[in-house]
């Protein structure tokens, strides 16, 4: 769990919050003193739709005040209800010849003050209805008389009732389908640690190889901990059959029949990466057409309704089919509402899907690149078996060294270099188990290098690399014929390098003394030129590597950080020209 914040204090951090969201639309407007953001541009002859809660959720509920969507929203302390004051203030902002809706997840301070200012709104004349979503299926039906608890399943009821809104649905109609389409949700939170609320000292907190299924919003505790934690494969596996397993006495809210439409919306507590988030979506969905027979007609994932910081996520799985029997409105109908655009945060997450094709269809595979012939009265050829010890060596020295690697690179840049190293050796490894090396062929290993290193590593030393075995196989093809003449094979290695480095340097100002990997290949080219000697060229490639730890960084991403500028400070050597180093002894070690 992350302590560190911008504003270490909750003292007008909400107002302060508010003031900067509204920025994004003109037509917002904010009342400051009741926290009340509402629509300025709103359809008075439109049913007006109201949520809020506890800050420390947004973008709910404030990040969805817009067309289509809400006409006002109404925030309170960090996790705690707004006022009845605060509410009434947001209705008597938005007041609509139709009527209003207030929608509201179940939270009892919630429930109360919402449902007060909805009878006190009456009793002034307005035409005021209130919707409590409960969708996590965590809690059980366990006798419990709260019911279930409302978590981000709740925005996807609050944009089918705008959308039926916008469209002029009455009072009855757009009150009719948010009832409906909440019943039909069902929710599970997954928590690897809780939030961190600005200002306070203490909180619960995970341990280490734990999490929790069931979790709120609030950092309550989750309704299961499990530890060791499960893979993420497992892992939605049971979140899953907690969702879907209508034989689940306690949590068999929903029934999901075969062909019913369905709607998946998975919310990013605020903590996780948007890269792991995609991947959930993907298991989320391989699993539930798999598993399942469930393809769902919309997805949604983003910032749905967060906690803070918390590293946890939520997913909602809804039944258009079913909550479309239950209202005036048809499957089609309520995913017209789901698709309408607004001018609101919601459009980050929704893209656009009122035209869906199969997830298959949109995983396509890049035509079968051709590759060059080898010519063998221009290939250069060594002993099979020696070239795939040699090969091997390298390889597995590299993929030894990698933890040291992505130690070094995490000091001086961006922590990448040791993985992206021992890719391209995992890699030759398949290779050489495919025979790549079984007729000693150099030019087959070098295009079978340019491939992988093409195809499977990036990063800056993935296209230095890139380059240099490009180059080097051309000089190789290119100078073949002399050396061969000649008998001179270690001066046909020595001047192929050499070229190669002397192409790169058309891309790359890099050279020795700069610690990068040039400190380790141009030394090596030196040394094999001397007199062909292999082991003068590893030599000089060591010292080379070696030195680097004296260096002070010129080029890359080590010249951004502040590690490597002070000449006191003890560095690491440079991690791409070590790599190079450890693969040249490899070579050499592999003779």
């Known amino acids: 769990m992350s302590k560190?914040?911008?504003?270490?204090?909750?003292?007008?951090?909400?107002?302060?919050?508010?003031?900067?969201?509204?920025a994004y639309n003109p037509a917002l407007a904010l009342d400051e003193q009741n926290r009340v953001v509402y629509n300025s541009a709103y359809d008075k002859s439109t049913v007006s739709i109201i949520s809020g809660g506890g800050s420390g959720h947004e973008p709910a509920w404030s990040g969805y005040v817009g067309t289509n969507m809400l006409a006002a929203s109404v925030a309170g302390d960090v996790f705690a209800s707004p006022s009845t004051k605060q509410i009434l203030a947001g209705i008597d902002a938005v007041p609509s010849d139709e009527g209003t809706i207030l929608v509201v997840t179940n939270y009892t301070g919630d429930c109360l003050h919402f449902g007060l200012a909805t009878e006190k709104a009456n009793a002034k004349g307005h035409k005021c209805k209130m919707i409590i979503c409960g969708d996590d299926v965590s809690v059980g039906k366990n006798g419990s008389l709260v019911g279930?608890?409302?978590?981000?399943?709740?925005?996807?009821?609050?944009?089918?009732?705008?959308?039926?809104?916008?469209?002029?649905?009455?009072?009855?109609?757009?009150?009719?389908?948010?009832?409906?389409?909440?019943?039909?949700?069902?929710?599970?939170?997954?928590?690897?640690?809780?939030?961190?609320?600005?200002?306070?000292?203490?909180?619960?907190?995970?341990?280490?190889?734990?999490?929790?299924?069931?979790?709120?919003?609030?950092?309550?505790?989750?309704?299961?901990?499990?530890?060791p934690i499960p893979s993420p494969e497992d892992l939605v596996k049971t979140i899953l059959t907690y969702l879907l397993d209508e034989t689940d006495p306690l949590r068999g809210y929903v029934n999901f029949g075969e062909g019913d439409e369905t709607i998946l919306m998975v919310s990013n507590f605020g903590g996780m990466s948007y890269l792991e988030m995609g991947a959930l979506v993907d298991e989320l969905l391989e699993q539930l057409g798999t598993n399942w027979k469930i393809e769902p007609v919309r997805v949604v994932s983003g910032f749905l309704e967060t906690s803070l910081n918390a590293p946890a996520f939520s997913v909602s799985i809804a039944n258009v089919t079913v909550a479309a029997k239950n209202c005036s409105y048809s499957a089609d109908e309520i995913e017209s509402f789901f698709d309408a655009r607004t001018d609101t945060h919601w459009e980050s997450m929704a893209g656009s899907q009122a035209r869906r094709r199969p997830r298959r269809e949109q995983f396509v595979q890049p035509p079968a690149a051709p590759r060059h012939a080898i010519d063998d009265a221009t290939d250069l050829k060594i002993d099979p078996a020696q070239l795939d010890r040699m090969l091997r060596t390298a390889c597995n020295k590299l993929i030894d060294a990698e933890p040291d690697l992505t130690r070094w690179d995490t000091v001086m840049g961006d922590g990448d270099c040791g993985e992206t190293l021992k890719t391209g050796a995992l890699c030759l490894l398949e290779a050489l188990d495919a025979k790549v090396a079984s007729n000693g062929s150099v030019g087959a290993v070098l295009q079978e290098l340019e491939e992988i290193l093409e195809g499977k590593m990036g990063g800056t030393l993935g296209g230095i690399l890139g380059i240099f075995f490009v180059a080097l196989r051309t000089a190789l093809v290119d100078n073949f014929a002399l050396a061969k003449e000649d008998g001179d094979i270690p001066k046909l290695w020595a001047m192929a390098i050499r070229t190669a480095l002397d192409n790169l340097s058309r891309y790359t100002p890099a050279k020795v003394g700069d610690r990068t990997v040039m400190d380790t290949l141009i030394p090596f080219a030196e040394g094999l030129a001397v007199n062909g000697s292999f082991d003068e060229g590893v030599a000089a490639a060591v010292a080379g590597a070696e030195k680097t730890k004296s260096l002070k960084p010129r080029l890359g991403r080590a010249t951004y950080v502040g590690a490597g500028q002070d000449a006191s400070q003890d560095l690491p050597p440079d991690p791409g020209a070590w790599g190079a180093m450890v693969v040249i002894q490899g070579l050499q070690a592999g003779i």
Do not use: W
């Open 4 to 22: 560190r914040h911008l504003y270490n204090s909750l003292d007008g951090l909400v107002n302060k919050g508010l003031r900067g969201l509204i």
């Open 148 to 227: 279930r608890r409302g978590l981000a399943g709740q925005i996807g009821v609050l944009k089918v009732m705008g959308g039926a809104s916008g469209t002029g649905g009455s009072l009855d109609q757009v009150y009719d389908l948010g009832i409906a389409f909440s019943q039909q949700i069902v929710s599970i939170a997954v928590t690897l640690d809780h939030c961190h609320v600005p200002g306070r000292a203490e909180h619960a907190q995970s341990k280490i190889d734990e999490l929790e299924i069931g979790t709120g919003p609030h950092n309550e505790p989750g309704y299961k901990k499990i530890s």
